[in-house]
């Protein structure tokens, strides 16, 4: 067993459940296997079969879908551990009632357990649009996770794109949003296209008066600068209201005013919701009735870490919180129960733009990095999770 500083173990069996199984819930999971004692039990509770690397799925359009997801009965396997195909529903009641009573259900199975990880993500806050509208040539970050970005396209371009094209006009698609994964997204479209042979144009609609938002103004100048060079049109501060058959209904913020686009195919990625995320004090424990819940963690998008490390709705920050909430999990189990705060900063991100460029900053928000060399960076940090999977943890902390 590794070494872990100021973990002492008693003589017991620990049972341990975490609920999600992205990148937060596999972070804690390695962690927890490679210090923790031989005989420890957990659980993994996911309403999927797979783990997906779902910062990767703009890939898709250039790889298989299967290449961005890990089978849970490989990582069972791999790190000895059981899967349970379900999902938590949590309020603080529930919370309180599951710190008292040690003990879960999960459809028909009862699970009991010492320590609670909590790693089920943020909901998109796109994703009521989708399940209220559900049509043909409406697209959500959703739908990737089950269907490759190009066979998306494919099964829906080849049939209405062709039927545009007949009545001698181009046929438009949409993409909404302009945060990292609709910037992700819209730069592989163009290439995409392209190798198809199809004749397609594009815009992006954005309801920010700039994209990337979360970024200095000089990262959205770079972007709206490639978009330029790929003819891609943009609209900021336009709601969007709704996809027709082959138009889009849109609204100018700055006025009410009502338009249209021809648009045969809108693709909505309006970024995650950061409603009902859990609180936690420094340590990952969940807060509940102002007091914190000693046998349960949260890690990842759905928690708020109080009161200093970064609380960024990335991968980065959802591994460094799974690490550490698995570590001090290992520690309150033990004898003397010092635990660590949450204390990481983001140290880059970098965005993709297709399979030749990129734009990020690296060490300070103000050190932009772009093409070949923003590349590397992205390549680098995606090689240092896919060990994280094998069971080879390459993190300083």
Same mark, same amino acid.
């Given at each position: 067993?590794?070494?872990?500083?100021?973990?002492?173990?008693?003589?017991?069996?620990?049972?341990?459940?975490?609920?999600?199984?992205?990148?937060?819930?596999?972070?804690?999971?390695?962690?927890?296997?490679?210090?923790?004692?031989?005989?420890?039990?957990?659980?993994?509770?996911?309403?999927?079969?797979?783990?997906?690397?779902?910062?990767?799925?703009?890939?898709?359009?250039?790889?298989?879908?299967?290449?961005?997801?890990?089978?849970?009965?490989?990582?069972?396997?791999?790190?000895?551990?059981?899967?349970?195909?379900?999902?938590?529903?949590?309020?603080?009641?529930?919370?309180?009632?599951?710190?008292?009573? =040690?003990?879960? !259900?999960?459809?028909?199975?009862?699970? #009991?357990?010492?320590?609670?990880? $909590?790693?089920? @993500? *943020?909901? &998109? %806050?796109?994703?009521?649009?989708?399940?209220?509208?559900?049509?043909?040539?409406?697209?959500?970050?959703?739908?990737?996770?089950?269907?490759?970005?190009?066979?998306?396209?494919?099964?829906?371009?080849?049939? =209405?794109?062709? !039927?545009?094209?007949?009545?001698?006009? #181009?046929?438009?698609?949409?993409? $909404?949003?302009? @945060? *990292?994964? &609709? %910037?992700?997204?819209?730069?592989?479209?163009?290439?995409?296209?392209?190798?198809?042979?199809?004749?397609?144009?594009?815009?992006?609609?954005?309801?920010?008066?700039?994209?990337?938002?979360?970024?200095?103004? =000089?990262?959205?100048?770079?972007?709206?600068?490639?978009?330029?060079?790929?003819?891609?049109?943009?609209?900021?501060?336009?709601?969007?209201?709704?996809?027709?058959?082959?138009?889009?209904?849109?609204?100018?913020?700055?006025?009410?005013?009502?338009?249209?686009?021809?648009?045969?195919?809108?693709?909505?990625?309006?970024?995650?919701?950061?409603?009902?995320?859990?609180?936690?004090?420094?340590?990952?424990?969940?807060?509940?009735?102002?007091?914190?819940?000693?046998?349960?963690?949260?890690?990842?998008?759905?928690?708020?870490?109080?009161?200093?490390?970064?609380?960024?709705?990335?991968?980065?920050?959802?591994?460094?919180?799974?690490?550490?909430?698995?570590?001090?999990?290992?520690?309150?189990?033990?004898?003397?129960?010092?635990?660590?705060?949450?204390?990481?900063?983001?140290?880059?991100?970098?965005?993709?733009?297709?399979?030749?460029?990129?734009?990020?900053?690296?060490?300070?928000?103000?050190?932009?990095?772009?093409?070949?060399?923003?590349?590397?960076?992205?390549?680098?940090?995606?090689?240092?999770?896919?060990?994280?999977?094998?069971?080879?943890?390459?993190?300083?902390?």
């Amino acid at each position: 067993m590794a070494f872990l500083p100021l973990y002492i173990p008693k003589d017991k069996q620990l049972k341990i459940v975490i609920a999600g199984g992205g990148y937060a819930g596999i972070a804690a999971l390695t962690v927890l296997r490679r210090y923790g004692p031989p005989d420890m039990d957990i659980t993994l509770i996911d309403p999927g079969t797979d783990h997906l690397k779902i910062t990767h799925l703009h890939e898709t359009f250039r790889y298989p879908l299967s290449d961005l997801q890990i089978p849970f009965p490989v990582l069972e396997q791999r790190f000895g551990c059981r899967h349970i195909c379900g999902a938590l529903k949590t309020d603080e009641s529930t919370l309180c009632q599951w710190q008292h009573d =040690r003990y879960l !259900q999960v459809g028909n199975q009862q699970v #009991t357990f010492d320590y609670l990880l $909590i790693a089920s @993500g *943020a909901r &998109g %806050i796109g994703q009521n649009f989708a399940d209220e509208h559900t049509k043909e040539n409406v697209v959500s970050l959703n739908d990737f996770f089950t269907i490759p970005g190009s066979d998306l396209l494919d099964k829906f371009l080849i049939k =209405r794109g062709a !039927q545009t094209a007949k009545n001698g006009m #181009t046929p438009r698609i949409s993409v $909404i949003g302009g @945060g *990292a994964t &609709g %910037i992700q997204i819209l730069f592989e479209i163009p290439d995409y296209l392209q190798r198809r042979q199809l004749n397609c144009a594009l815009h992006l609609i954005d309801g920010k008066k700039r994209i990337l938002q979360q970024f200095p103004e =000089r990262f959205a100048r770079y972007v709206e600068m490639r978009m330029l060079e790929r003819d891609i049109e943009f609209y900021s501060d336009i709601r969007f209201l709704e996809q027709r058959a082959n138009t889009v209904l849109l609204e100018e913020k700055s006025t009410g005013r009502f338009f249209e686009l021809p648009s045969i195919l809108s693709l909505i990625f309006p970024g995650k919701s950061q409603d009902e995320r859990l609180a936690t004090n420094s340590f990952g424990q969940v807060v509940a009735d102002r007091a914190p819940l000693e046998n349960i963690f949260a890690a990842g998008d759905c928690s708020i870490y109080q009161p200093f490390g970064s609380n960024a709705l990335t991968a980065q920050s959802a591994v460094r919180k799974g690490k550490l909430a698995a570590r001090n999990i290992l520690r309150h189990s033990g004898m003397l129960s010092v635990l660590e705060p949450y204390l990481h900063r983001d140290i880059g991100y970098v965005i993709s733009l297709g399979a030749a460029d990129a734009v990020g900053w690296l060490a300070l928000e103000n050190n932009m990095v772009t093409g070949m060399p923003a590349l590397m960076i992205k390549e680098i940090v995606e090689a240092q999770y896919d060990l994280l999977l094998t069971g080879i943890d390459t993190y300083l902390v």
